[in-house]
């Protein structure tokens, strides 16, 4: 099967386009499919790319580069753990959209916030600050976890933890996290739930963080 695509991808742009109408003329197409036809197909396809996924080593190249990380080129991992948070997303949506029990247990959860904070680095690439600066993220509840944005002498960096003194403090909960992470928040809405200590300018970019191909 020839997956190349139909069009110029010159610009994260237009891979979101080009996705948008992959997804597109896959709804109309499956319309005309019975539940039960769509329900069969999704068995034995998920199963499938379990068996492939299970057979990638972590830590070799990915056909495809994480670009909402802005990574031209990424490791299995990581491109695996961006494809779990879609899941997960999808999932979580439609749980909320007809009263299910949510996947917010850490089991569930944490995973998928340890993928979409990194791409606070990206995030931050065009932001000034002296080298040696920091921003702690830390999301409550159950599921959450500390993270600390450190500004090194040409780029930032993510790691796990939290500095000693930290320039800025970033606080929220873990259903504020996962709904801004993948746009179900705007930023206004966003700024009466997160608590800022140090440096406001700092975390204004966390208010338009996305860690979703939109």
Known sequence: MDSTPDRPI??????????????????????????????????????????????LDP????????????EEHSLNWFDLGREYTERWIHQQQIR??????????????????DIFVRVLPFTYRTVPADPGATLRLEISGPAGGVWTLA???????????????PSTGVDLDQETAWKLFSKGLSPETARQRVH?????QLADPVYGVVAVMA
């Not at 997804?23 to 068996?51: C, F, I, Q, T, Y």
């Not at 909320?96 to 916030?113: F, I, K, N, T, Y």
């Open 59 to 70: 830590e070799a190249p990915a056909r495809f580069g994480v670009a909402w990380a802005g």
């Open 96 to 113: 909320e959209a007809v009263g299910a029990s949510l996947l917010s247990d850490r089991a569930w959860l944490h995973p998928a916030l």
């Open 10 to 55: 010159a610009s994260y742009q237009d891979l979101v386009d080009y996705l948008n109408q992959l997804n597109a003329d896959w709804v109309k197409a499956m319309r005309r499919m019975s539940p039960s036809v769509l329900m069969e197909l999704l068995d034995r396809g998920e199963l499938e790319l379990h068996h492939y996924f299970a057979s």
């Open 151 to 165: 500004r090194g002498e040409e780029s930032w960096a993510l790691f796990t933890g939290s500095p000693t003194e």
């Open 196 to 200: 800022v200590e140090g440096d406001p």
